[in-house]
């Protein structure tokens, strides 16, 4: 397995690419921020969201339907707030047969506005990442005065998560190898999977703790002080800041609008 196939960049030409890494960043900040502080049943404020991540999406040279289609990995995670149009009071919309259950107005509009507010938030992320290089998110990261060890520890999980990845797939090649599937022979059983499993993460932990070791030891001798550096810095020009100050005016109207309407 190769880093590039764990990067999500696109390399384009356009307007959204040649941005200040640091402006993506804060943009990306607001627009979330954005998002998850509007209200309830803020319909026309979260539908002027979408369509603008949609046009963001389409300057970039992405494709409208780009972040779309990538944010409804994010849904599933929404499933742990099923629970709220059935435990919200409010207007009964519908009572569940046999079960009891009644399904409230008031919660059925919360739910909704929280599955919006994630999946604009997500489209937010996955526009950063795909038009924003790793090593100029780190830089970036590292401009806005994020603490040194947080950049450190992404950077580090970016570069090597390929590397366990790769070493996982190894593993599970070497356990089917020795345990193949053989007519008249039964299946092992929950447990015993359960126990070779167990192994086979420690053993990847340990693996992972002692290459972790090699590389720090060997980035120490090469003068490695905590800090990665790079060799061309991005410099802030006018395009910068007006796209950066009419997004934040543009997001700015649309949370006073949906606070106020």
Do not use: C, N
């Amino acid at each position: 397995m190769h880093a590039s196939l764990l990067d999500v960049y696109q390399p384009r030409v356009g307007l959204i690419h040649r941005l200040d890494p640091r402006v993506k960043i804060l943009v990306t900040l607001f627009f979330i921020l954005t998002a998850v502080s509007l209200p309830e049943a803020a319909w026309l404020s979260l539908g002027m969201l979408l369509l603008l991540m949609i046009l963001l999406s389409w300057a970039a040279h992405l494709g409208i339907f780009y972040t779309l289609r990538r944010a409804f990995v994010a849904l599933p995670f929404v499933l742990a707030a099923l629970a709220i149009p059935f435990l919200t009071p409010g207007p009964a919309l519908w009572v569940i047969p046999g079960v009891g259950w009644t399904l409230t107005t008031t919660g059925l509009i919360r739910f909704l506005t929280i599955v919006g507010r994630t999946w604009i938030a997500v489209q937010a992320g996955i526009l950063l990442s795909a038009t924003t290089s790793v090593p100029d998110l780190l830089w970036g990261l590292k401009e806005l005065r994020v603490p040194r060890l947080i950049v450190a520890i992404v950077g580090f999980m970016v570069r090597y998560l390929f590397v366990l990845a790769d070493e996982v797939m190894r593993m599970l090649r070497a356990r089917a190898s020795r345990s193949p599937k053989l007519a008249g022979v039964k299946h092992p059983g929950i447990l015993w999977q359960g126990r070779v499993a167990g192994m086979m993460v420690g053993s990847l932990f340990l693996r992972s703790l002692e290459r972790s070791e090699r590389v720090h030891a060997a980035m120490l001798s090469r003068g490695y002080d905590g800090e990665m550096r790079v060799l061309e810095q991005p410099t802030m020009l006018a395009l910068d800041w007006i796209v950066l100050l009419t997004v934040l005016i543009v997001l700015s109207l649309v949370l006073w609008l949906g606070v106020w309407s």
